[in-house]
């Protein structure tokens, strides 16, 4: 590959970066918490709810949000030849809609990948107002129970995290200490093996959720 070539890829992906970083921090600005309504309120209010989520959504406690109003919906099928209603795939993945709500609480921004276990998609979370990541399972009865241990894995990893935040605040502020009655301030670097930042990062402060 010549150097003109070489620089005509970097200029491409440094742009793609760019826009990517541009898209996630508008994503941020419209990442706000909503205020919970109740079941009866939001159907009598919502415009976009079909004829089986009406049915359904009696089912939640708390709704947060109930799709954007240009959302392709599916409407579920009652034939018996479609896959859950028509909501699923031949494979069992969850149709994924841009727009739409999962459990009347996050909107679906986007997939960020799909595997031979399901399928992850990023959302934001109306009730919190942060941006996370779902992992939806197959609906097969195979996966159910790979779920249920990535889902055990995931909680001991944040078990984890919030200990190891603990001790690390501890020793920065007793460290801290010690330095500004030595020096005056205060000025601390930290430094992490990247496999440790990264579930740092992941478990703690980026809010992943799997379900």
């Not at 007793?174 to 301030?185: D, I, L, R």
Request: hydrophobic share 35%; glycine share 6%; proline share 2%.
């Amino acid at each position: 590959m010549s150097a003109e070539e070489e620089m005509r890829k970097l200029a491409s992906k440094r742009k793609e970066t760019e826009q990517a970083a541009r898209q996630l921090d508008a994503l941020r600005k419209r990442a706000t918490p909503k205020d919970r309504v109740s079941p009866q309120h939001a159907s009598q209010q919502a415009t976009n709810l079909n004829i089986f989520e009406l049915g359904e959504i009696v089912d939640y406690k708390d709704i947060y949000f109930t799709g954007s109003p240009n959302a392709a919906k599916h409407v579920g099928e009652l034939s018996a030849d479609s896959a859950n209603f028509g909501y699923d795939d031949e494979r069992g993945d969850y149709s994924i809609v841009q727009g739409d709500h999962l459990s009347y609480r996050y909107e679906i921004i986007d997939v960020l990948g799909k595997g031979s276990f399901g399928q992850v998609v990023r959302c934001i979370d109306h009730k919190t107002g942060g941006l996370v990541a779902v992992k939806i399972i197959r609906n097969k009865k195979r996966f159910h129970q790979q779920a249920l241990v990535e889902v055990n894995i995931l909680q001991k990893l944040r078990e984890w995290v919030s200990k190891f935040e603990d001790v690390l605040e501890r020793r920065l502020t007793c460290a801290g200490s010690q330095k500004q009655a030595q020096y005056g301030q205060l000025h601390t670097e930290l430094l992490l093996p990247w496999s440790s930042l990264h579930l740092h990062r992941t478990a703690g402060h980026e809010s992943l959720r799997v379900y």
